[in-house]
């Protein structure tokens, strides 16, 4: 589990930095993430990396919001997340370049170049609006129809 | 309503302040939005998963043999596209290690497969196979399949293999270390029940992970191992 973790620390990281707003702030979330992660062993229907999220996500929930606003509040929320699940047990699916190249091949060119952009070369949407030319509204939506499509396509594989 | 378009923008950051607020409290109250929003963002990880599996493929020999003026005439070696390999940088113990080495992994100290050096005789087809094997490839033995999985240092200096053995439907993890007559197994775990999708379980995993930082394990890339592989793994006298 830890290898598959690890390779997941940048974007828990970075959705931590997104919930939190502060580089400080997301760093111990990801601490309590890490520590939380390694001392239960993940549900039987959820794929690691959903649970990853989710961890992080409920951790967030509990610790730097102010207000509790999750209905029907047990008091473990991670237990609760375990039932929430949807009933359909999610197989393990590996990731190989092969899938990723297929997805990709389902996305037109223009998404393709810009999902590359800001994904994985970490671009702002202004840098890839000045870069390509395109107004910011264009990258936003053009890049938003990307991750929907991959992430019909791919789902949870890891 | 809030859109894809919106949560993206969540998850790059670029909303204004009072956007991302917004989308804050949404996921707070919604665990269906929150589970949206992380499935865009599992995408970013997926990809560069992706991008870095290429990088990590071996070039085609072809190209190499171009670049070293090398006649190459060995078919070209078959590539299994589900490598992974380990990748670990260690330059510390993580905290929660215990410590102690996984109770499953049994040491076995002093046993060689056979005397004998590479490409000579009384070499078992097990040698065979680690000398020649790049990392993620395996070989089809009389006891089953053999992958090697990572080549590495270990505290000491010398160079080990860790790799698996696919017997029916157990996968043992071994671990064998490079010594002056040949691949000494240092550890050998017993088979545990593969299923077809997975190259490791899960369990045998954790126990590798267990032995390859006991024994301080320092990765050596696929350039290097390479070349080693191209020496026939000369062994380094100190």
Known sequence: ?158 | MITDEELSAFLDNELDDAGMERIRDAIAESPELAERVEALAMVDAQLKFGLHKIDERPMPKAIEAMLNDTADTEASVDEVSNVLPFRRVRKHTPMWLGGAIAACLVVVVGTQWDAGRFAGQGVTPQQLALTELASGESRELDEGSLRVNLSFRNGTGELCRQYSLYEARLVKEGIACLREDGWQTMALQPGRHSNALEFQTASGRADVDAALDEMQAQPVSLAEERVLIERGWEWENE
């Open chain 1, 1 to 158: 589990m830890k290898n598959e973790i690890q390779a997941l620390l940048p974007a828990l990281r970075r959705y931590a930095y997104s919930l939190t707003g502060s580089m400080a702030d997301a760093d111990d979330l990801l601490q309590s993430t890490v520590e939380r992660l390694l001392s239960r062993s993940v549900p039987e229907n959820v794929a690691l990396p959903a649970w990853a999220f989710r961890v992080c996500r409920n951790l967030w929930i509990d610790e730097h919001r102010a207000r509790q606003v999750r209905e029907k509040a047990v008091h473990d929320p991670l237990l609760q997340d375990a039932q929430v699940t949807d009933g359909e047990a999610q197989v393990h699916q590996q990731l190989t370049l092969e899938k990723v190249q297929q997805a990709l091949a389902t996305l037109k060119e223009e998404q393709k170049q810009i999902v590359s952009l800001v994904a994985v070369e970490g671009m702002s949407y202004k840098q890839v609006s000045e870069t390509l030319g395109i107004p910011t509204g264009t990258v936003m939506s053009r890049l938003a129809r990307a991750r929907a499509a991959l992430s019909n396509e791919l789902g949870w594989a890891w």
